[in-house]
């Protein structure tokens, strides 16, 4: 299947599409921040670069995007009707690299705690 928009429509779209600051992210940090917790953002030094890191706790969070890390059994998290095989290929791909960065944090003794993007448009995930 042909995608809908032009080349340079698609670029400009895809170039939109952020890595940080993003609204899960933003909800989560206002969140954590109101309660009274303090952290960093964004640690590069960290394997994956977490998008919250607790030093003084020995953990760290990642906000993940439902679609782009292929969130299992969530609605958000389908697969697109153009370009299939790509997209198969490009979530299992994240997958595995999440699992790898998970894996080498621990190694590191650090606790790990994934929030899916679905989860921050819940009234109750800081409640």
């Known amino acids: 299947m042909a995608d809908v928009v032009d080349a340079a429509t698609r670029s400009r779209m895809m170039s939109g599409i952020r890595a940080k600051d993003t609204q899960p992210e933003m909800t989560l940090r206002r969140g954590l921040h109101a309660r009274g917790f303090r952290f960093r953002l964004h640690d590069k030094r960290l394997p994956g670069c977490p998008d919250l890191v ?7 969070i ?3 995007g439902c679609f782009w890390h292929g969130h299992r059994n969530c609605r958000r998290a389908t697969v697109p009707k ?5 997209w198969i290929a490009k979530i299992a791909a994240n ?3 999440d699992s790898r960065k998970r894996r080498e944090l621990r190694q ?6 994934t929030v899916w993007e679905c989860k921050t ?7």
């Open 54 to 60: 607790f030093a003084g706790r020995h953990a760290v």
């Open 62 to 64: 990642f906000v993940h």
């Open 82 to 86: 153009s370009n299939r095989a790509f």
């Open 95 to 97: 997958r595995a690299r």
């Open 108 to 113: 590191k003794g650090l606790r790990v705690l």
């Open 121 to 127: 448009w819940d009234a109750d995930l800081l409640a």
